[in-house]
């Protein structure tokens, strides 16, 4: 009796809760509508999507929003769109996702730790990795795990130029890919890059600034060669060069330092390379200027694509923040956080949590390669609990892998929840959809709750948190925008 009702007032708390909110703030900011039946639609269909079903990606339109004449323009797909699966069902496929994730994620603090610690680029060394002269005719292998790119671009490389799909990465500088001769190379959807059929070609020297400027460098008969580590036992290795990269039908740009790996381990399984987006030197925005750059990323399990843009104009509907920058660290982009709000209510977190102080530690990171939001866990306990508490009528369900908050609505179709927004420095809020929060994790209908703690100083805003939002690092004005439906 007395567990009946506890049952019955927990019910009715909630249930009074949402209503008494809901008297002083419209519905839309307090609640919103989970459409369970759609999510799994799309959770069965990715399994089975055939990729060669996709018209070949050179003859579709560049231009899906109207775009100035000095912008920039490539497809942007999600992986799973485009590479065959190879999983026996959505659990197994999430699990391989969210074991990706982790990876990413630990990619990312070891950046930061390394550049807290103080180390300088004067220690740093390469790895033993040489290339040797009988090794570059060795067939190409498979890498050791499938990487942590969830978005593939289609670039241009070389004169004349071949298509290569690359990961964007706004948590990396460098740019590189897989090129011939290979010592060591993990499989790729295209032919491996070789850098003799190209006529625009230019190995750089030892002493040129983009070679002084990497922070793990060696020299060779006065030829450049580069190394970057990921932090999880992946790396690339080979020649420093430059190169013209073509925009699809939006135009090319010559001279784009990147790496030409010869030997290349763990990363990226299916794509070329990686299409540095990060704040340093050496990332593609920063060499040809660019004044702003954005991204739309569709839904994981969809089909269907959108667009990376450089030097466009950001949607005029955009919710926007201060992009920061860390003294240690100007790959990564900062943002003005200040907390959130569950059903329409500021959660208590202290904002001090969200900030870079003095010796770097803190603050928060927009990512487009991090897959689930990592919140330090003081802040992640708060916002989850204050959206346990709107969704005590839910049925809940184990936790699964990273997620402690899981429900089972394998009996329902739509379901209303909570809202939750990121609330930005300047008072701005961004509320997100439903489906960004509350995500499946198998086809028979667990959804979990898509934050996640972490012990790090470094929060992250992760890309399921971004789909279906136009994202716009204006890169001369120091803000990021953040524009819903706009893909």
């Not at 369970?36 to 999507?49: G, T, Y």
Request: net charge neutral.
């Amino acid at each position: 009796m007395a567990q009946k009702t506890f049952f019955y007032l927990a019910f009715f708390s909630a249930f009074f809760t949402l209503t008494s909110l809901s008297r002083t703030l419209p519905e839309s900011e307090t609640a919103t509508f989970l459409d369970v039946s759609a999510s799994l639609r799309q959770a069965h269909a990715v399994l089975s999507f055939d990729p060669e079903s996709l018209k070949p990606l050179e003859s579709q339109s560049q231009e899906s929003r109207p775009l100035n004449s000095s912008a920039l323009s490539l497809q942007l797909h999600p992986r799973d769109a485009l590479f065959n699966s190879q999983h026996k069902d959505y659990k197994s496929l999430t699990r391989t996702r969210l074991y990706r994730d982790s990876a990413r994620v630990n990619s990312l603090h070891s950046k930061l730790q390394v550049a807290l610690q103080g180390i300088k680029k004067s220690d740093l060394e390469p790895m033993h990795a040489e290339i040797l002269p009988q090794d570059l005719s060795t067939p190409v292998v498979s890498g050791v795990s499938q990487g942590s790119g969830e978005y593939f671009s289609r670039i241009g490389v070389g004169t004349p130029a071949k298509s290569f799909y690359m990961v964007p990465d706004t948590g990396s500088d460098v740019n590189w890919l897989q090129c011939d001769p290979c010592s060591d190379c993990y499989q790729q959807s295209d032919p491996v890059f070789n850098p003799a059929g190209s006529s625009s070609y230019s190995q750089l020297t030892c002493d040129a600034p983009q070679c002084q400027a990497l922070e793990v460098s060696a020299c060779r008969a006065n030829k450049c060669l580069y190394q970057v580590s990921y932090g999880d036992g992946s790396y690339t290795v080979g020649d420093y060069a430059t190169e013209t990269l073509s925009f699809g039908n939006s135009g090319s740009i010559n001279k784009i330092a990147l790496g030409c790996g010869h030997d290349n381990e763990g990363l990226f399984v299916g794509a070329a390379g990686l299409l540095g987006l990060g704040g340093g030197p050496l990332s593609l925005t920063s060499q040809f200027k660019a004044s702003s750059f954005s991204y739309c990323l569709v839904n994981r399990d969809s089909s269907a694509s959108s667009t990376l843009e450089f030097n466009s104009a950001p949607p005029a509907d955009s919710v926007t923040a201060p992009l920061l920058q860390s003294g240690k660290v100007s790959t990564f982009y900062y943002v003005g956080l200040t907390g959130f709000s569950v059903g329409g209510q500021p959660v208590s977190v202290p904002p001090s949590l969200f900030a870079v102080d003095e010796s770097g530690n803190g603050g928060i990171i927009v990512d487009s390669g991090t897959a689930i939001t990592r919140l330090q866990t003081q802040a992640y306990n708060s916002l989850r609990d204050a959206f346990k508490r709107y969704t005590r009528d839910l049925p809940t369900a184990s936790s699964f892998a990273l997620f402690d908050t899981c429900y089972d609505l394998s009996s329902r179709t739509r379901v209303q929840v909570p809202t939750v927004a990121f609330q930005f420095s300047g008072g701005k809020s961004l509320s997100l959809p439903a489906k960004n929060y509350l995500i499946p994790v198998d086809s028979a209908g667990t959804f979990c709750f898509a934050f996640a703690p972490t012990s790090s100083s470094l929060s992250i805003i992760g890309n399921v948190q971004q789909q279906g939002t136009r994202v716009s690092y204006d890169l001369a004005n120091k803000r990021v925008g953040f524009s819903p439906n706009k893909c």
